[in-house]
């Protein structure tokens, strides 16, 4: 009985590496990294625009010439101030777009916070307050519209006795010109499984007019399309990428390229993607 009871514990311990392995359900497209940078600061997103990247962590934006990785300019937010979870970063017309809330704190609050992306000076401040969860990213599509992801998490934390929101609560939503939700959808349960106890943490519109999404952890980009009815997007292909979930951003200047993290190694890296049927 002991050895049997033994036997179940550790078949246990493997399930969440076997789940991790399992195979996708839509067609699986390729990457190939091009570039590796190290990063101190790149613990939560990466944006970039025709000249420099800008590596995000919590109270952290810093910049840095695209071509060579050097140093180029630094914001960090004053200890116990107002700037608590930076979570991306869309480089839209000269400015930094970034999700912010305040993980893991309860209960949760967000604000869109934008930044000159010469200067890194701030520039302006949304506050959502309590509303739909935890912040993670925004974008903006062809049409000039913002969209960004309201996550919520299966992990639980300090003031909440429950699971951080429910990660299947977590919403994908497009606004109006003044930050207003004008329209709201929801992940496929078997993407948001993928999450284990975490949720939705980057996303952005590529080039070929669909919306790409990450996990907290997965080295994988997800290939959303709006649907035709109803409220679930559609989960379309997957793109292992060298990752580790977290926030990205298409490279504007060459539609295939995507910047992203990996956070334990502190890296930024730079990968050219390649779709299902696409040589």
Request: no cysteine.
């Amino acid at each position: 009985m002991k050895t049997a009871l033994l036997v179940a514990l550790s078949l246990a311990a493997l399930l969440p590496s076997a789940r991790a392995e399992e195979p996708s359900p839509v067609p699986v497209g390729r990457s190939e990294v091009l570039a590796t940078f190290a990063i101190k600061d790149a613990r939560q997103a990466v944006g970039v625009d025709a000249d420099a990247f800008y590596a995000i962590d919590n109270t952290v934006i810093a910049k840095f010439e695209k071509a060579t990785g050097k140093p180029l300019a630094r914001w960090e937010g004053p200890k116990d101030g107002p700037i608590i979870h930076l979570d991306s970063a869309a480089v839209i017309d000269g400015k930094i777009y970034t999700a912010h809330s305040n993980y893991p704190q309860w209960p949760m609050t967000s604000s869109v916070e934008v930044w000159d992306a010469s200067t890194l000076k701030h520039l302006e401040s949304h506050s959502f307050g309590i509303d739909r969860g935890s912040f993670t990213w925004l974008d903006r599509d062809a049409k000039g519209q913002f969209w960004g992801g309201f996550a919520n998490y299966n992990r639980v934390f300090d003031k909440s006795p429950i699971a951080y929101g429910n990660k299947y609560n977590t919403q994908v939503v497009r606004f109006d010109k003044d930050w207003r939700v004008v329209e709201a959808f929801v992940l496929p349960d078997n993407l948001v499984d993928r999450f284990g106890d975490m949720s939705n943490s980057g996303g952005s519109w590529g080039p070929d007019g669909k919306l790409y999404l990450t996990g907290h952890d997965n080295a994988e980009l997800y290939v959303m399309e709006l649907p035709e009815m109803g409220s679930v997007l559609r989960w379309t292909a997957t793109i292992p990428l060298q990752i580790a979930g977290q926030g990205f951003a298409f490279d504007r200047t060459r539609p295939d390229v995507v910047y992203g993290i990996v956070r334990k190694t502190n890296q930024v890296t730079v990968n050219r993607i390649i779709p299902p049927g696409v040589n």
